[in-house]
């Protein structure tokens, strides 16, 4: 085992600390370090030459080409593997390659491939699994560990998503660009969350009720401003073009028989096939702490509480820290059992608690609505204006299912009501204090 992989593996839960876990309070699930933007080591130069090209080699159609004949399969070097922001640059490339070598450029009539070259897949198996991630487009690759901003003295967007630039893209498209700074800056607000959860524990510990009611009512103002956020989506990611150009890129491989994937993909001419859902916003790790946070038992669809299996189960699909984090914040918080506690002597402290829960079903209402803008209305015009027989059965795969293959609308729907089921006066948007 590597140094880094040992430290990941090694974390326990004895004393919750942001630290520990590789995260912090100003910058939140993303790098305390800015991302690197390149792979400083010459021997990795051709995954850096094909990833900056990415964009024009898959509008021209030449991307499995140029991976099939002219990419070498790069060993996974201990200089290399010593270095964890070398560690992240090489999986959010490899698997940038992977999901576009998989779909390729519908518009250039390609069909998706089962089998993933082993140029990509090699080397990628191996650094997806230290860094306890599935070898594919993932929110981690996608947003956390692909960014930089525009002032280089200034590690991370502090007032504005304009300050946040993005390193890979599919499309080379601000509406792509911007999809993802919108990404960041939720990680980044979620800094000051993740403060404040904490703040929270020892405040139940301490039984402090004056801090927990002031560090509830920032919670609840940080998750309303993170529901404002949706709002500026529309500023430069148009919906068709995340519905028809991006979305298919993200798109994961695990219920894909209608897309052309029955079996997944086989990592390699001899690996084995593999399923994974696709990359989803719903694996950043910052809303599932504060549904942690606020004790919001997610339930499956036969009611079970904590059984709402495809939450759980985008843990997997976060960063082992990250996710090792929400573990053992969830064993430890115990915020809902504290407030019923006081709740007698202190009645304003349910309601800050049912203020937090307020803000988080607002936050769902907002995400609710920009899932119809950004897929179902789009998905609608696509169904219509189509006429290329292929491309209707493609859209309307993507339609039914998210990018991480759920069927979205009810699962989103259940989210929402099991935000409104935590509340203790709060129930079905009606307050009674
Ligand atoms: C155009 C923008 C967006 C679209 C179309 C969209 C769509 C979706 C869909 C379809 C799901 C269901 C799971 C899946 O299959 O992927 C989902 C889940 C989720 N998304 Fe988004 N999303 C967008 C932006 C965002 C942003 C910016 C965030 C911010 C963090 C976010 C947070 C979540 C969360 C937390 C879930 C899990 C469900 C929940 O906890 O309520 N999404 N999203």
């Not at 992977?98 to 450029?105: I, K, L, R, S």
């Not at 300050?163 to 890979?168: G, H, M, Y």
């Not at 506690?341 to 937090?356: E, I, N, T």
């Not at 219509?384 to 795969?397: D, M, P």
Request: a neutral charge; one cysteine or more.
């Amino acid at each position: 085992m590597t140094g880094i992989l040992n430290y990941i593996r090694g974390v326990r839960n004895d004393d919750i600390t942001l630290e520990k876990y590789a995260i912090s309070a100003k910058y939140g699930f993303l790098s305390t370090k800015q991302p690197v933007q390149f792979i400083n080591i010459e021997y990795y130069k051709p995954w850096e030459d094909i990833i900056e090209n990415l964009p024009d080699l898959l509008k021209e159609g030449n991307l499995r080409e140029e991976i099939d004949t002219n990419l070498p399969i790069l060993e996974v070097s201990d200089e290399l593997l010593n270095n964890v922001f070398y560690l992240r640059r090489a999986y959010s490339i490899l698997t940038f390659l992977t999901n576009a070598y998989v779909w390729g450029n519908k518009f250039n009539g390609e069909t998706p491939i089962e089998i993933l070259s082993d140029n990509i897949a090699k080397p990628l198996l191996k650094i997806a699994n230290i860094l306890g991630l599935p070898p594919l487009s993932t929110y981690a690759g996608l947003i956390l560990w692909n960014f930089k901003t525009v002032s280089a003295n200034n590690l991370c967007c502090e007032t504005d998503p304009i300050q946040i630039e993005i390193l890979n893209t599919f499309t080379d498209l601000d509406d792509e660009r911007w999809f993802y700074i919108i990404s960041v800056f939720y990680e980044k607000i979620g800094g000051s969350v993740l403060e404040c959860g904490v703040e929270i524990l020892n405040a139940i510990k301490n039984e402090d009720i004056r801090l927990l009611k002031s560090r509830l009512n920032l919670i609840s103002s940080y998750t309303y401003i993170l529901g404002d956020l949706f709002t500026r989506m529309n500023e430069h990611t148009n919906p068709d073009i995340f519905y028809n150009v991006l979305r298919p890129f993200l798109t994961g491989w695990e219920n894909s028989k209608d897309l052309g994937l029955p079996n997944g993909v086989k990592y390699g001419r001899h690996g084995k096939y593999k399923k994974f859902a696709g990359g989803s916003n719903a694996q950043s790790s910052l809303i599932q702490f504060i549904d942690i946070l606020l004790n919001v038992e997610h339930k499956n669809e036969e009611g079970v509480a904590n059984g709402l299996s495809y939450i759980l189960e985008m843990r997997k699909y976060m960063p082992y820290l990250h996710r090792k984090f929400l573990e053992h914040f969830s064993a430890a918080c115990k915020l809902k059992e504290f407030v019923l506690k006081h709740a007698d002597d202190h009645p304003d402290l349910v309601k800050d608690y049912d203020d937090c829960l307020d803000n988080l079903k607002m936050f769902r209402d907002k995400h609710v609505k920009l899932v119809t803008t950004y897929i179902i209305t789009p998905s609608r015009k696509a169904k219509t204006l189509e006429t290329n027989k292929r491309k209707h059965h493609i859209n309307n795969g993507l339609a039914i299912k998210g990018t991480g293959s759920t069927s979205f609308v009810l699962f989103l729907k259940q989210c929402r009501t099991d935000t409104v089921d935590a509340g203790i006066n709060f129930k079905k948007g009606k307050r009674s204090s």
